[in-house]
């Protein structure tokens, strides 16, 4: 007989407390399901038609068109009856600040043997914190498509050296991973040569960081150079004797006020009411390039215009129950995910509700779009980190009652877990998960993405679906829980 340790038994009972924790049996009033009836394709078309439109300009961070979304936004909010939570009507002000590079002075030069090459500062886009002055500093070419190469990265290997890379199409599928593996380790700087894949973002544009959280890490430099490309074309993979020399200024830091736009659905039972759900996206986007020819903006669509107009949906359906749901439900939109999560994050640092008394966060990311890379998307959705909690079973039984299958992503289900405003909530302790349709799409971070390529009827599905998960967890007796018997929340659980 096989000897079970002790700790076997712990986390096998840990895992049957978790799968025993699943949503009870949920039935559906004819109120609820009037209400469900009420997210349609057309009004969801007719918002993302204007916010994913020319004139808000890509919804860049920060920008006049994102200002005029997030008015929009609010204007729905307060037409669905949402209670304000902001210190600004519906607005959560943030004090921020832009970082804009600066080019005086600018050199990069790169070094092998007899070889070199000298890049223009018109050749580059440079998100750097700091002045850098490297001089000879020794260069270490990752090679993206090799996933093997990707894996096998150590912080010994990079650490202190210049690494550069090629941002292409063959390397596309492992960037993810890349960006894992880059995260353990402190290079001096990152040079990207831009390669074959379309859609650069646009060169040298602003940046957003919280002047109460000094902006951190390696200067990063994008190239879009023949002789950048040709000189990492003629290098072995690894430390290869290459050297380069890079002097950058100081960015300069000039403050902006941002904002979260927040809505209440306020609770009905006397006690539970204090307790409270989130609904979240994001409203911002790329914004547009500053030249060149043919169309320039990054409407954005589907990311995350759709996760927006969702959001905007819901609640206006939510709000027409007579019968509340026991528990709050808190529509959210969120400033600068594309800047690196940066609104999500100052909301998990400056709450309006309580986190201890937050519940839950089910956040929206490119929900329109059924054209995904791996094929067409219909009537289906994943959920990431989807055995990291029990709220993603309020989700799947949800989806059955709707038509909607809930599924486990087999590669996207952990990647994409970090990549999208759901992290910040969950390392504040917050059971968070991101529910998407296509994780990787035509279009993607490129100015085709618009709203005339959305599959409306199948969003207007699966928001039915996401609606009715969130009414199941605000009229749970219990709230969701971490799984501890998966080593991947040890971080989350508080």
């Not at 092998?112 to 580059?124: K, W």
Request: aromatic residues 6%; proline residues 7%; contains cysteine.
């Amino acid at each position: 007989m096989h000897k079970i340790s002790f700790r076997a038994l712990a986390i096998f009972a840990c895992l049957c407390a978790f799968l025993d924790s699943k949503p009870a049996k949920f039935v559906v009033t004819p109120e609820v399901q009037a209400a469900l009836d009420e997210i349609r394709p057309d009004p969801l078309r007719g918002d993302l038609s204007f916010l994913a439109s020319d004139l808000l300009e890509g919804r860049g961070t920060p920008s006049r068109g994102l200002d005029i979304a997030a008015e929009y936004i609010a204007a729905q909010f307060r037409a669905a009856g949402l209670e304000p939570l902001g210190d600004d009507g519906y607005f959560q002000t943030a004090s921020m600040a832009v970082l804009r590079p600066d080019l005086t002075g600018f050199d990069l030069k790169l070094v092998h043997g007899d070889r070199s090459a000298s890049i223009n500062p018109s050749e580059v886009s440079i998100q750097a914190n700091v002045a850098v002055d490297l001089n000879n500093a020794p260069l270490f070419k990752l090679d993206l498509s090799d996933l093997a190469q990707v894996q096998a990265l150590t912080p010994e290997q990079v650490d202190g050296k210049v690494l550069m890379m090629e941002r292409s199409r063959a390397g596309m599928r492992n960037s993810r991973v890349a960006t894992q593996k880059l995260n353990q380790t402190k290079p001096a700087a990152i040079i990207t040569v831009a390669g074959s894949t379309p859609g650069e973002p646009p060169s040298n544009q602003p940046r957003l960081i919280d002047p109460d959280r000094p902006a951190s890490g390696p200067a990063r430099i994008a190239v879009a150079s023949d002789a950048a490309r040709a000189f990492y074309a003629s290098l072995k993979p690894g430390a290869n004797g290459a050297t380069v020399s890079i002097h950058i200024a100081a960015p300069v830091q000039t403050p902006v006020r941002l904002h979260n736009v927040i809505g209440l659905l306020r609770g009905s039972d006397p006690e539970l009411k204090d307790t409270a759900l989130l609904l979240t996206a994001h409203y911002d986007h790329l914004g547009e390039r500053p030249a060149g020819p043919g169309d320039r903006i990054y409407n954005g669509a589907d990311d995350d215009g759709s996760g927006t107009v969702s959001v905007i949906e819901i609640a206006r359906a939510l709000s027409t129950l007579k019968q509340r749901p026991r528990r709050s439900i808190i529509f959210m939109t969120f400033f600068g995910e594309e800047q690196g999560l940066v609104g999500s994050t100052y909301y998990a640092r400056h709450p309006v509700w309580p986190i201890a008394k937050t519940l839950a966060d089910l956040n929206l990311e490119q929900v329109g779009r059924t054209d995904s890379s791996e094929g067409p998307q219909l009537n289906n959705a994943s959920v990431t980190g989807f055995d990291y909690s029990d709220l993603t079973e309020y989700v799947r039984a949800a989806g059955e009652l709707t038509g909607i299958r809930i599924y486990k992503h087999p590669r996207n289900d952990d990647l994409y877990f970090a990549a999208s405003d759901n992290l910040p909530l969950a390392q504040a302790g917050v059971p968070a998960h991101t529910l998407c349709v296509a994780y990787e799409f035509p279009d993607y971070h490129a100015v085709g993405d618009e709203w005339q390529k959305i599959d409306y009827a199948n969003m207007a599905k699966v928001d039915r679906a996401v609606a009715l998960a969130v009414v199941m967890l605000a009229s749970s007796d219990e709230p969701p829980h971490w799984n501890a018997a998966n080593p991947r929340t040890a971080p989350f659980r508080k």
